[in-house]
Structure formats: structure tokens, C-alpha cells
């Protein structure tokens, strides 16, 4: 019998992943099955099951992975001479984001993602050291654009985060069929208010 190689395993646990996120994206979370996956995966159940004990164990890897290329992109960026500017920073999270590859094949499986931090303790604890990881490094960007203390530069990586999940909402749900809203044009539709207040 040929010897299996970890590169091997490690190939079939990411076509498994791959085939749980296109029916994740598809059907969602709770209304997936098992068998769905097995059947978009072209494995037996114990073929699946040798690689993960459940569908909980698949969404929670999928989340767990959901941020690392995002990091990685936004720490490049962060290097660029000149730094890119707050809407191509947003720009470049979602563009992240929606790379049509494992695992993350659609905005639906994202947005479920955000929904599974409600209900699952590890989905939770996943996303919310991804999301300090992700403050740090905003924060090296808000530096950048100006002159801030850690404090002040930490609170502006915050609304830029809420600046990318609600722009994110609005092109990817909200305007899927529509022609979408510039994420430039969005930000500066708010400077009149930013500045009146």
C-alpha cells in the first residue's frame, strides 16, 4: 500500500473545506448537511469523517481561516510608499474577502461567518483575536494618515472596520444586482457630516 504524505491529507482537508463552503454559501450553515458535503466533495461519509468529526468542526476551521489572507494583504499594504488611502484599504479587505477560492467562495458564506460569532463560543473567540490582530494593523495605516496617539489611532482602525463591514453589507447584499456605490464616494459622502459635528 502507498504511503499517504502529509501533503497528501493536507490536500484532501482543503478540497474538503472547499466543497463545505460552496454548499455553506449555497444553502447556509444549518441547512447543509453532511451528505451534501460528502456529495460536493466526491467522498464517502468516512472519508470525510477521517478528516473532520463534524459540520461544526468544518464551519469553525472556515472561520478560523477567514481573516489570515486578509492580515497578510493588509501588511503588505502597509509597507506601500505611498500607503494606500482609507478607501482602498476597505477595498482591498473586501477584495480579499471575495477571492473566489478556498475558502471563501461568496459574500453569503462572509456575512454567515459574522452571524456563527453569535452562537458559537469558538467562532466568537476565533473572530475576536483576528479582530485585534486586524485593529493593530489598521492602526499602523491611521498612523500613517496622521499624526495620532495609540489611543486615537486604535479608535479610528474601529470605525474603519465599521466602515468595511457596512460597506461590505451594502455592495455584496444590499446592491448585488445593482451597480454598486463606490466605497470612495461613500466615505466622502460622509466628510459634510464628519466636519458639522
Known amino acids: 500500500m502507498p504511503q499517504v504524505t502529509p501533503e497528501y491529507l493536507a490536500q484532501r482537508r482543503a478540497s474538503i473545506l472547499d466543497a463545505a463552503a460552496h454548499c455553506f454559501a449555497a444553502k447556509g450553515f444549518h441547512a447543509t448537511s453532511m451528505p451534501d458535503i460528502c456529495s460536493q466533495a466526491g467522498m464517502s461519509a468516512g ?25 497578510h494583504v493588509l501588511r503588505a499594504a502597509l509597507d506601500a510608499n505611498p500607503v494606500p488611502q482609507p478607501a482602498e484599504v476597505i ?30 463560543p469558538r467562532v466568537h473567540e476565533s473572530q475576536r483575536r483576528y479582530m485585534s490582530e486586524l485593529l493593530d494593523v489598521l492602526s499602523g495605516f491611521t498612523r500613517r494618515w496622521a499624526q495620532l496617539d495609540d489611543a486615537s489611532a486604535r479608535a479610528a482602525a474601529s470605525a474603519l472596520v465599521a466602515m468595511s463591514m457596512g460597506t461590505f453589507l451594502m455592495q455584496n447584499v444590499l446592491e448585488a444586482d445593482l451597480k454598486k456605490t463606490s466605497t470612495r464616494k461613500l466615505i466622502e459622502a460622509l466628510n459634510p457630516i464628519v466636519r458639522s459635528g
Open 47 to 71: 472519508g470525510v469523517y477521517r478528516y473532520f468529526a463534524s459540520k461544526e468542526e468544518l464551519i469553525e476551521e472556515l472561520a478560523d481561516t477567514v481573516m489570515v489572507p486578509v492580515l
Open 91 to 120: 477595498d482591498l479587505i473586501h477584495d480579499t474577502l471575495l477571492v473566489d477560492s478556498p475558502p471563501l467562495p461568496s459574500a453569503a458564506l462572509m456575512l454567515q461567518v459574522w452571524c456563527e460569532v453569535v452562537r458559537n
